[in-house]
């Protein structure tokens, strides 16, 4: 009798709880019922709409709006063309040149700004704001500048005559390596600070008791720097990468200032494939299929970067 008079009190008050719980669920889901639709007409609608005019010839010069290309329908005809694209995979093959020299020498810049203000400098709020100024700056604005610093009769050819013998002058954008050169110049100018800014925070996460305990034992900077601090951001240095790997994989304001992708095809990187087949040649069914085409790799690409920072933070 004891037990079941007191267990009765506590089923009669746990009515509010479980209702009031019900009612919080309930406000929730209607709170976030706006955020839902607006996320479905944002990302889902135009990937489904992407996804199925990929699968048609349809173009806008055939005068019927997007939702009847379903009458040019061609299955996976598109992605069997991609497959065989000349013009594609050389523009791939450019933009992953591209990242493979840039952003090695972003990484290398970066960690070693960071390691130089993990030990201290003299003025480092004013250097800060120094270096992280070329991040701030529009990439299109940041091509232009490279474009007149880079032209026939630009700085950069006057500043190289004081010490090169005779007048220099260098055609730098029309000529196909150099102007793969110019355009590396201007992505290391403005990104490496990003680099820096991810790679400093990530050393001022390392504990200062393990580096002074390491100072006192009578470990050098560099001992401290390669034996500590850099085996503990390795997460950090994956993440950075990674990021900027993606974001010069998607590079078209710059290119598209200083060199419109020439001379020729020699700086036509991926996104300015995509621009040209779109607007110039209007086969917008074919660039969808390239867009999802490169949306899936660089997602198996994050995923796969994603599932091995995960395994290192367990480990």
Do not use: H
């Not at 020299?101 to 800060?128: K, S």
């Not at 700086?267 to 779109?278: A, D």
């Amino acid at each position: 009798m004891t037990d079941a008079t007191s267990s009765a009190p506590l089923s009669v008050d746990e009515k509010p709880a479980d209702k009031l719980a019900q009612s919080r669920r309930s406000l929730a889901i209607r709170l976030l019922i706006p955020a839902q639709v607006l996320l479905v007409f944002i990302v889902a609608f135009p990937l489904i709409m992407q996804i199925f005019i990929s699968l048609t010839w349809w173009t806008p010069l055939d005068g019927d709006p997007w939702y009847l290309a379903w009458m040019s329908w061609n299955w996976f005809d598109n992605y069997t063309y991609l497959m065989q694209d000349d013009g594609l995979w050389g523009s791939v093959g450019r933009t992953l040149l591209f990242v493979a020299v840039a952003v090695p020498i972003e990484f290398l810049l970066g960690l070693t700004l960071a390691a130089l203000f993990y030990e201290g400098v003299f003025g480092r709020p004013v250097l800060y704001s120094l270096i992280l100024m070329p991040m701030m700056i529009v990439p299109a604005v940041a091509g232009y500048i490279f474009f007149l610093i880079f032209q026939q009769t630009g700085p950069l050819n006057a500043a190289l005559s004081v010490v090169w013998p005779g007048a220099l002058d260098v055609n730098w954008l029309n000529d196909t390596s150099r102007a793969f050169i110019a355009v590396v110049v201007a992505d290391v100018w403005q990104w490496t600070p990003l680099m820096f800014l991810i790679l400093f925070a990530g050393l001022m996460s390392v504990p200062e008791d393990q580096m002074r305990a390491a100072t006192i034992l009578g470990a050098s900077w560099r001992q401290r720097f390669f034996r500590i601090a850099l085996p503990r951001i390795k997460t950090v240095i994956a993440i950075a990468i990674g990021l900027r790997v993606i974001e010069c994989f998607k590079i078209f304001d710059m290119l598209f200032v200083m060199t419109g992708g020439g001379p020729g095809v020699a700086t036509e990187s991926l996104s300015l494939f995509l621009y040209k087949r779109t607007f110039q040649d209007l086969e917008w069914s074919y660039v969808a299929s390239i867009g999802i085409t490169v949306l899936v790799a660089l997602s198996v690409l994050t995923a796969v970067l994603m599932a091995r920072v995960k395994k290192k933070d367990a480990s």
